[in-house]
């Protein structure tokens, strides 16, 4: 393909499709923009993107292909402002926020402009953030996910799924209230809980001061996650609220079966629980 591609937000996501689309791409010219300029300079410096711009009307003017990767808040702000500059009429907008159904919304000006929005998820990432840590492969083999509206023209589709080719991910097609579902399910909840097991350990330094040095193992491994930007986490939490207000009321009744199964020591159903979980995880692709 070729043309130019606007990345707006050169965080680990942009910089990393970035990376994807030069490597697949060789014709196209990549321009960035970032809030932070510093972030931007070391972007261009590291030949994360081939231009580096100041403004979002400079980057989105001559873009072909429109990527906001920013924390969902901010990129509710940019829509709005790309719906009020003038762009090229085949432009494709995409965007890579962990929510799909409130920035579907927000696109509608945009989209009322006759411009294509087609959101999009990589699901694949760190707890890392920044663009140093950005690298070539971390799509490789992670879903993809779109939430493209019903009456988006499928050849935009596809021509979207060209430009991202070079992710090697497995591009998947789903609406944005599925979308918000499945990722509070599967992603924004065990977030949160993560955070809350680190409050819990952190709260327990006042019984005793070995908690920290003993927190290794199983541990660490399931609250990696509670090392990610706070900020983006923040705004996940705000966007998916409904669903994961409901996915906390299902959990308190969870916990509540797992605290009557304790009080009466019922050691078969106790066993049956870890069993039944250990079945379902072992058996996951
Ligand atoms: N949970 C992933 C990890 O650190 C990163 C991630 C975060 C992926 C948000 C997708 C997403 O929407 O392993």
Same mark, same amino acid.
């Given at each position: 393909?070729? +043309?130019?591609?606007?990345?707006? %937000?050169?965080?680990?996501? =942009?910089?990393?499709? #970035?990376?994807? !689309?030069?490597? *697949?791409?060789?014709?196209?010219?990549?321009?960035?923009?970032?809030?932070?300029?510093?972030?931007?300079?070391?972007?261009?410096?590291?030949?994360v993107i081939d231009e580096s711009v100041r403004s979002l009307e400079a980057g989105a003017r001559d873009a072909d292909l429109i990527i906001i990767s920013t924390p969902?808040?901010?990129?509710?702000?940019?829509?709005?402002?790309?719906?009020?500059?003038?762009?090229?009429?085949?432009?494709?907008?995409?965007?890579?926020?962990?929510?799909?159904?409130?920035?579907?919304?927000?696109?509608?000006?945009?989209?009322?402009?006759?411009?294509?929005?087609? +959101?999009?998820?990589?699901?694949? %990432?760190?707890?890392?953030? =920044?663009?140093?840590? #950005?690298?070539? !492969?971390?799509? *490789?083999?992670?879903?993809?996910?779109?939430?493209?509206?019903?009456?988006?023209n499928p050849k935009e589709i596809e021509t979207l799924k060209a430009w991202l080719v070079g992710t090697k991910a497995k591009f998947l097609i789903v609406s944005p209230?599925?979308?918000?579902?499945?990722?509070?399910?599967?992603?924004?909840?065990?977030?949160?809980?993560?955070?809350?097991?680190?409050?819990?350990?952190?709260?327990?330094?006042?019984?005793?001061?070995?908690?920290?040095?003993?927190?290794?193992?199983?541990?660490r491994d399931i609250t990696r996650i509670a090392s990610s930007s706070p900020a983006m986490w923040r705004d996940i939490l705000l966007h998916n609220r409904t669903v994961?207000?409901?996915?906390?009321?299902?959990?308190?009744?969870?916990?509540?079966?797992?605290?009557?199964?304790?009080?009466?020591?019922?050691?078969?159903?106790?066993?049956?629980?870890?069993?039944?979980?250990?079945?379902?995880?072992?058996?996951?692709?």
């Amino acid at each position: 393909m070729e +043309g130019r591609v606007f990345v707006i %937000g050169l965080g680990l996501i =942009g910089g990393s499709l #970035a990376l994807c !689309i030069k490597e *697949e791409h060789k014709e196209v010219i990549v321009c960035g923009y970032d809030i932070n300029e510093e972030q931007a300079k070391l972007a261009k410096m590291m030949g994360v993107i081939d231009e580096s711009v100041r403004s979002l009307e400079a980057g989105a003017r001559d873009a072909d292909l429109i990527i906001i990767s920013t924390p969902v808040t901010v990129t509710e702000q940019i829509l709005e402002q790309l719906a009020e500059l003038p762009l090229k009429d085949n432009v494709i907008v995409t965007d890579t926020g962990s929510t799909k159904t409130t920035i579907t919304d927000k696109a509608r000006s945009l989209i009322e402009k006759g411009t294509c929005f087609i +959101g999009g998820h990589p699901m694949a %990432g760190s707890h890392k953030s =920044g663009v140093t840590a #950005a690298k070539k !492969i971390l799509f *490789e083999n992670a879903f993809y996910l779109f939430t493209p509206r019903q009456e988006t023209n499928p050849k935009e589709i596809e021509t979207l799924k060209a430009w991202l080719v070079g992710t090697k991910a497995k591009f998947l097609i789903v609406s944005p209230e599925e979308h918000d579902y499945l990722t509070g399910v599967i992603s924004h909840f065990p977030h949160l809980i993560a955070a809350s097991l680190v409050h819990q350990a952190a709260a327990a330094e006042d019984h005793s001061a070995l908690v920290s040095r003993l927190a290794a193992g199983g541990f660490r491994d399931i609250t990696r996650i509670a090392s990610s930007s706070p900020a983006m986490w923040r705004d996940i939490l705000l966007h998916n609220r409904t669903v994961i207000l409901e996915l906390l009321l299902g959990w308190e009744n969870e916990m509540q079966k797992v605290i009557t199964l304790l009080e009466s020591s019922d050691a078969s159903e106790i066993y049956r629980y870890f069993d039944e979980a250990k079945n379902y995880r072992d058996g996951l692709p």
